[in-house]
């Protein structure tokens, strides 16, 4: 075992990066329910920490594309690899939405509000319905296109990073011994670049503190326990497709769900303090190349699930779809409802990474639906940001859980591997330079 292993190992409680995120967020709700106007004052604290890490972001996707990529050699595997993605994507986010919609029906959240039109303040949703009119099917699609190379960058759009990366990955194939050296050069700057996400995680806590205290003290415990219902119903319908459907398919792949909850227990406390499953997005491909699955299949898979593999978010829009009909005393029959659903499998698509975007694809959804007043996402404003925190950390967890999937059902699975890393066995990194052992054994060590 080396040196930098047995630091890890026995770091006092403290020292652990999941502790301090704990601490970060308990310290984070008492300033924000004592002194409210102080908490919410906290919230730079949290965005500093969200940008940090989106600069990034794409950066690492493009160097873990393009090596990926290079290193496989045939064209005929990247297309393959990613038919599979998208395939599993499309049936469990589709499990998804209809799970939310089962929930939603059942416990009834929303049919004890009886809201009328006019006690709906449709001012306090315009911003994201203007937002919205911009997310139909064909501006999402040709949105995957960037104007610039430049600006796909600039901006942080990931499908478009992503986009660019593929064709320059592809490109690089035929380049010959230039195109291998050309592939050592972004290798190296990629594990720079992991290098860098593990300093920034030194600050973690101090972020997740941050954006806490800003949401409690700016929307108040009390709007919790206002429209608590619709809160406990969507963490019931996540608990049960993240133990269920997710632990199900985890038990048929052979992989065990506890442990994979277990190994990334990291990275969910962060997701849960910031709402944002994109600040540990450079930290799940690094940890999950770690456990054992193929470059390629990581650099392919995270990314793209980040707009096609939002499970958590595709439960809280068709749950928040019925509710408003619930709250306002709109009758739904079953076809208007499976109408709903036909169309949240185009809208969900859309939504991003980042807190707040599945509110305004929900605007999107509801303005195509005639039969739901749009102004209803009034009454849910209030306890978005606290339901964002339950759509997140399904999406992280779905998403690290689809590459294994995918990477095991293209033979790019090492399970030998997995089980020990699992188990808490040290693996060595044979082919990462020192920087990254520090990052992967100090930092990412349980």
């Given at each position: 075992?080396?040196?930098?292993?047995?630091?890890?190992?026995?770091?006092?409680?403290?020292?652990?990066?999941?502790?301090?995120?704990?601490?970060?967020?308990?310290?984070?709700?008492?300033?924000?329910?004592?002194?409210?106007?102080?908490?919410?004052?906290?919230?730079?604290?949290?965005?500093?920490?969200?940008?940090?890490?989106?600069?990034?972001?794409?950066?690492?996707?493009?160097?873990?594309?393009?090596?990926?990529?290079?290193?496989?050699?045939?064209?005929?595997?990247?297309?393959?690899?990613?038919?599979?993605?998208?395939?599993?994507?499309?049936?469990?986010?589709?499990?998804?939405?209809?799970?939310?919609?089962?929930?939603?029906?059942?416990?009834?959240?929303?049919?004890?509000?009886?809201?009328?039109?006019?006690?709906?303040?449709?001012?306090?949703?315009?911003?994201?319905?203007?937002?919205?009119?911009?997310?139909?099917?064909?501006?999402?699609?040709?949105?995957?296109?960037?104007?610039?190379?430049?600006?796909?960058?600039?901006?942080?759009?990931?499908?478009?990073?992503?986009?660019?990366?593929?064709?320059?990955?592809?490109?690089?194939?035929?380049?010959?011994?230039?195109?291998?050296?050309?592939?050592?050069?972004?290798?190296?700057?990629?594990?720079?670049?992991?290098?860098?996400?593990?300093?920034?995680?030194?600050?973690?806590?101090?972020?997740?503190?941050?954006?806490?205290?800003?949401?409690?003290?700016?929307?108040?415990?009390?709007?919790?326990?206002?429209?608590?219902?619709?809160?406990?119903?969507?963490?019931?319908?996540?608990?049960?497709?993240?133990?269920?459907?997710?632990?199900?398919?985890?038990?048929?792949?052979?992989?065990?769900?506890?442990?994979?909850?277990?190994?990334?227990?990291?990275?969910?406390?962060?997701?849960?303090?910031?709402?944002?499953?994109?600040?540990?997005?450079?930290?799940?491909?690094?940890?999950?190349?770690?456990?054992?699955?193929?470059?390629?299949?990581?650099?392919?898979?995270?990314?793209?699930?980040?707009?096609?593999?939002?499970?958590?978010?595709?439960?809280?829009?068709?749950?928040?779809?019925?509710?408003?009909?619930?709250?306002?005393?709109?009758?739904?029959?079953?076809?208007?409802?499976?109408?709903?659903?036909?169309?949240?499998?185009?809208?969900?698509?859309?939504?991003?990474?980042?807190?707040?975007?599945?509110?305004?694809?929900?605007?999107?959804?509801?303005?195509?639906?005639?039969?739901?007043?749009?102004?209803?996402?009034?009454?849910?404003?209030?306890?978005?940001?606290?339901?964002?925190?339950?759509r997140a950390l399904t999406n992280l967890i779905g998403n690290g859980l689809a590459t294994i999937i995918v990477a095991k059902w293209d033979g790019q699975l090492d399970m030998r591997r997995l089980q020990r890393v699992f188990n808490g066995e040290t693996v060595a990194e044979a082919e990462e330079p020192e920087e990254m052992l520090l990052v992967d054994h100090a930092r990412y060590g349980s």
């Open positions: 075992m080396s040196a930098q292993s047995r630091t890890a190992d026995h770091q006092p409680l403290y020292g652990r990066l999941w502790f301090q995120v704990i601490v970060g967020i308990v310290v984070g709700v008492g300033l924000g329910y004592f002194y409210p106007a102080q908490g919410a004052a906290m919230k730079p604290l949290g965005d500093a920490f969200v940008k940090l890490i989106r600069m990034m972001i794409a950066p690492i996707i493009f160097g873990t594309v393009v090596v990926g990529i290079a290193k496989m050699g045939d064209m005929k595997e990247v297309g393959r690899i990613g038919l599979r993605a998208l395939i599993y994507f499309e049936v469990v986010s589709t499990i998804a939405l209809v799970i939310g919609m089962v929930f939603v029906n059942v416990l009834k959240p929303g049919s004890a509000i009886h809201a009328t039109a006019a006690q709906l303040d449709p001012k306090a949703v315009a911003a994201y319905t203007t937002s919205a009119a911009h997310l139909t099917t064909t501006d999402f699609l040709m949105n995957i296109i960037p104007a610039t190379v430049v600006g796909a960058f600039a901006t942080g759009e990931i499908l478009q990073v992503l986009f660019f990366s593929v064709l320059f990955g592809l490109a690089v194939l035929h380049m010959g011994k230039v195109g291998k050296q050309l592939v050592s050069l972004i290798d190296q700057f990629t594990h720079g670049l992991f290098g860098m996400v593990g300093l920034i995680m030194y600050v973690s806590a101090i972020g997740a503190f941050g954006a806490m205290a800003y949401t409690i003290g700016q929307f108040g415990i009390a709007t919790l326990l206002s429209l608590g219902q619709l809160m406990l119903a969507m963490i019931a319908a996540c608990l049960f497709f993240i133990f269920v459907i997710l632990g199900g398919i985890a038990w048929w792949s052979g992989v065990s769900l506890i442990k994979y909850l277990k190994y990334i227990k990291e990275e969910m406390l962060i997701v849960a303090g910031t709402s944002s499953s994109e600040t540990v997005l450079p930290r799940m491909m690094a940890k999950l190349e770690h456990l054992g699955c193929a470059k390629p299949v990581v650099g392919l898979v995270i990314p793209t699930g980040y707009s096609f593999n939002l499970d958590g978010t595709s439960i809280y829009m068709s749950m928040a779809a019925i509710f408003i009909a619930q709250a306002t005393d709109t009758s739904l029959t079953l076809q208007q409802q499976l109408g709903i659903l036909a169309v949240l499998l185009l809208t969900s698509k859309g939504a991003a990474g980042v807190t707040g975007s599945g509110f305004i694809t929900l605007a999107a959804t509801l303005s195509s639906i005639p039969a739901l007043p749009v102004a209803g996402l009034a009454l849910l404003i209030g306890i978005d940001r606290f339901m964002s925190g339950a």
